[in-house]
């Protein structure tokens, strides 16, 4: 059974920063590669980045590159986004999800094809 499961997120004020976790439970963490996405409510679910299996290429969505930051642990089957500089407009349920092509590419900017999705954690930015 495939577990993802969001947590660190909270309130925090405009200019702030948080970092959200992801722990991995049921597959082989080292081969997916991973991706951070967010739903902000009465919208669909956006893209926020992502990460290959190795750490490296990440791709970031123009809207919080800079500010925001992937990255993974393989052994501890844990992904992370640290979010800086917090804006109210990064208000939204944060997601994680596992896709299947260990490598990072522009299709993974699409939730559909992603595979295993966590429950999402709340992150609220009062301006």
């Known amino acids: 059974q495939v577990q993802l499961v969001e947590s660190g997120g909270g309130l925090v004020q405009a200019g702030g920063s948080l970092r959200l976790s992801c722990a991995a439970s049921?597959?082989?963490?080292?081969?997916?590669?991973m991706g951070w996405f967010r739903q902000a409510p009465g919208k669909g679910r956006e893209f926020v980045a992502v990460?290959?299996?190795?750490?490296?290429?990440?791709l970031y969505a123009g809207s919080v590159k800079g500010r925001f930051t992937i990255s993974r642990d393989n052994a501890k089957n844990t992904a992370y986004l640290q979010m800086n500089s917090l804006k109210a407009e990064d208000t939204a349920v944060y997601y994680c999800?596992?896709?299947?092509?260990?490598?990072?590419?522009?299709?993974?900017?699409?939730?559909?094809?992603?595979?295993?999705w966590g429950q999402g954690t709340q992150v609220t930015v009062s301006s």
């Open positions: 999800a596992a896709h299947s092509t260990p490598y990072t590419n522009v299709r993974q900017t699409l939730p559909e094809s992603y595979h295993y």
């Open positions: 049921g597959l082989t963490f080292s081969r997916y590669a």
């Open positions: 990460i290959s299996w190795s750490g490296a290429p990440t």
